[in-house]
């Protein structure tokens, strides 16, 4: 299977690509995106077929129906990861909260967060195309926190790939930040800068467009690639998942086969919705896709109005800051798949140059065909952890937002499943505010009193960040990134 180009061919990049070459170089024409030619048409019958099949064998086949230019010993290394996942039979687990509203827990793998889903056997699957072609790449990755430590976590000490790590300082969890800098491998650099998510994105894309910054890594022999969920390699772990979640409300006897089910899914570079997206053509039965944000709600505005619109709208900090993102990057994939490449094209141009895009009428038809959207300020968010904690179920901010979603917008009869993205262990601060009350805990206080409250311990690879020698150190201005990466080279 190839891959296009969301905003079209210019006539200079190749009009088609493989799986390898797309995950290489992300970035396509016109600033665009890869995508399937063609998505594999898997229906009823795969469902069918894998009702009861472990995880890995569903991937494994799905991942087969792709026919991507992957080696199978390489896939089945990859998958191979979810093994050390806290229960290896079941490495995402779908848990009942209340009434028709269930749990698919994404975060018991090394990070504690879901981007492990992905960068875990993307990981293994960069570097083995790296060597097999005999190349050495620099990953770089931009993160709001949680991609930061998946990706280090992923490519340490693998093999002809090194890894750049953008995060903003002052703008991660204490937890997220140790898990960064006590990263210790030769091939990692993790540099923290004064700035938002957003400058760190920006940086990231300014750097994967530069002729004259890939010219200097040439001449190290270093090629350029990126870790960010718009690579497609990250994309398709994520179909997987929301298939498998389907399948475990069948096991579970929620749900007959065949019935449809909302997905509801807390949204920011759109990723995860976007996997979701892909389950839904491909073969799960879906009612809608609920977009759950925080108050950087321009998803919502999108989804409910029309109007994809920066102008007047900084990023807000906020208690889920995974989500705190403006620019949506695989949205555009939604777009290209609904309206076409031109459209897209125009699309994006629009926000590139005038920070606004707006859809026609029909258009936010067949938008709203698919998805619904709502938000969920911080308050808001803590009050559905303190009372669904009361009813017996812990779950983390990101998480939260999702239950104001699902009731605004899941208003018919049929199950639905929100998507649990971080582990309660990485946003200890709010949590802990949210259960009794205390304001400005440490994450180490946090973590022990919630532990205490919940009667749960806390993960060694968390408990253990505390005393772990920092050896990143870095914090510099914006501007100076491209020197720093260079040094580090
Ligand atoms: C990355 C992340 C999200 C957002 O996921 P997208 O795929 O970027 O939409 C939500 N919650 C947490 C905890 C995350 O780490």
Redesign the pocket.
Known sequence: MNFIETRGNDGKNPAEVTFSEAILSPIASFGGLYVPKELPALGKEFLEKHLNSSYKELAKDMLTRFQIDIDGAVIDEALALYDKFDDASNPVPVVKVKNDLYVSEL?HGPTR???DMALQPFGVVLSSIAQKRGENYLILAAT????GP?ALETFKNRANVQVACLYPDGGTSDVQRLQMVTEDAKNLKVIGINGVFDDAQNALKHLLASERFKAELKEKNILLSAAN?VNFGRIIF?IIYHIHSYLELVRQGEIAMGEKVYLN???????????GYYAMKMCIPVEKIIIASNENNVLTRLINLGKYDLNGHGVVSTT?P??D?LK?S?VERILYDMFGDKRTKELMNDLDTKNVYELTAQELSTLQEVFAADYCNGDEGKKYIKDTFESGYLM?P??ATCFKAYETCATKEYVTIA?S??EWT??SPTIANALTGELDASDIDALEAISQEAKLSIPSMIAGLFSKAVVQKTVIEKEQIEEEILKFL
């Open positions: 975060y967060a879901f981007k709001s926190g949680d991609t998946a969920s994520q899914v807390p949204s920011g570079n759109f990723g995860n919705a976007l996997g889920s995974a989500m993102i949506s695989n983390d990101h998480t998507y993205t971080a990485k946003f």
